[in-house]
């Protein structure tokens, strides 16, 4: 009886432990006062291109509801080549605290395959090419905080001679197919954006 109770007890402080460590992975708090929060959870998606789905005014209703990471082609991947390549849009409501007010807002994308357009609230903040590379872009200027924002993601994995691999025995994924982080940093911090490499002055 001692023995079960014990196995019992053992469970319950694993569940715990392992609760508490999920909530550490999805929102992170560093010492330098950056927040990186994991998001996700419900987001809008359909596959293919869509008039204005970047606007906040869009109806998605009628979309699938996913969670990251993504690939319209988890199914016909495996079809020699006969897979979906072209444009998928990815739509998600977020609400940004009041106090934040005053710091940098990013985001954070490891993966999306090919190409990506990204959107905040109507405003196109940056593009990036290439499925392999991770990429980050400050949205601060068109967040609106303490109220609900509109991040879109227009992504492509249509066949380019601009984007490298141009071929391959293997499936060029499309979509959103890793993690989103939302970035909340102090107004003075070490940037996560990509800088362009400067030549050396003579």
Known sequence: MRRAESVKHVNRVSFVFL???GLLL???VRADGRV???INSTWKFNRAD????HLPSFDDTSWST???PHTWNALDGEDSGTYYRGIGWYRKHYTIGSESLGKRIYLFFE???ISADVYCNGTLIGSHLGAYAAFCFDIT???VFGADNLIAVKANNSSSL???PLSGDFTQWGGICRSVHLLITNPVHITPLDLPIRKASK
């Open 162 to 164: 601009n984007i490298a």
């Open 66 to 68: 996913i969670d990251l």
């Open 36 to 38: 990186d929060t994991v």
């Open 141 to 143: 200027s068109a967040v």
């Open 111 to 113: 993966s999306v395959g």
């Open 50 to 53: 869509v008039a204005n789905a």
């Open 26 to 28: 999805v929102t992170a």
């Open 19 to 21: 609760f508490l460590l």
